[in-house]
């Protein structure tokens, strides 16, 4: 089944501790998406790549870090400076290229981060 | 002002109605319009794109107003399945869509 997989579902971080957020998808896209969700609110884009060895910071980067080594393998790293990382963590994935169905981005299942 | 707002609700309808949410945008160069749907602690997944046209799949109605900036979801006949939020996303030109806050629904026997 082709899909995008988020691992672990939960996670649970100390202060002053890194945490990284798995991300794989086999679905051949290209681009790449990482977003944060607090409860009753919109998603926020932390940040994207549209291909691999790239990637491009959104609207709330700060504190967290990414790489895309692999172009099916997207991670999130929350770095101890981010103060407030309690949140839904979902990634996504689309592809790139002319016509309305690059715009759409497909979601893995979310990893929920805690702090201890 | 948000790039993309919407109603927060909730609403709260019996079996069978007729509802609607509307969502209005503040980039006129937006170019692609979806809904997606958000059950409570899961992941969205696209309901449906948006046609400058409009658009119907089943009971669901999708309009675009480009000259108001808006768009909107009609559902017909509402299921106590359709009970989620509703979240409304634009493609305003960047990169990476925009994803409104949500608009609950909650359909009642």
């Known amino acids: 089944d082709g899909g995008i997989t988020q691992s672990p579902k939960y996670l649970f971080r100390k202060e002053g501790q890194n945490v990284t957020l798995s991300c794989e998808q086999n679905?051949?896209?290209?681009?790449m998406y990482w977003y944060r969700q607090d409860p009753g609110q919109g998603l926020r884009l932390i940040y994207y790549?549209?291909?691999?060895?790239?990637?491009q910071k959104g609207d709330i980067a700060e504190g967290y870090s990414v790489s895309r080594e692999k172009k099916e393998s997207f991670p999130l790293t929350v770095t101890s400076a981010q103060k407030n990382p309690t949140a839904f963590y979902l990634c996504?994935?689309?592809?790139?290229?002319?016509?309305?169905?690059?715009?759409?981005?497909?979601f893995g299942a979310g990893t929920r981060l805690s702090v201890l | 002002r948000k790039e993309v707002e919407q109603d927060p609700g909730p609403f709260n309808v019996p079996e069978g109605a007729t509802v609607a949410f509307n969502c209005t945008y503040s980039?006129?160069?937006?170019?692609?319009f979806f809904w997606y749907r958000q059950d409570c602690r899961k992941e969205p997944k696209l309901l449906m794109s948006?046609?400058?046209s409009g658009n119907e799949d089943g009971r669901f109605t999708a309009q675009l107003n480009r000259a108001s900036q808006y768009i909107s979801l009609l559902i017909r006949d509402s299921k106590l399945s359709d009970s989620a939020t509703y979240l409304c996303?634009?493609?305003?030109?960047?990169?990476?869509?925009?994803f409104g806050s949500g608009t609950r629904l909650q359909v009642q026997p």
């Open positions: 996504a994935s689309s592809i790139t290229g002319a016509g309305l169905a690059k715009n759409i981005q497909y």
């Open positions: 996303v634009v493609n305003t030109g960047r990169r990476a869509l925009t």
């Open positions: 790549s549209q291909i691999v060895n790239d990637f």
């Open positions: 980039n006129s160069a937006s170019q692609s």
């Open positions: 948006v046609y400058s």
């Open positions: 679905l051949n896209h290209d681009a």
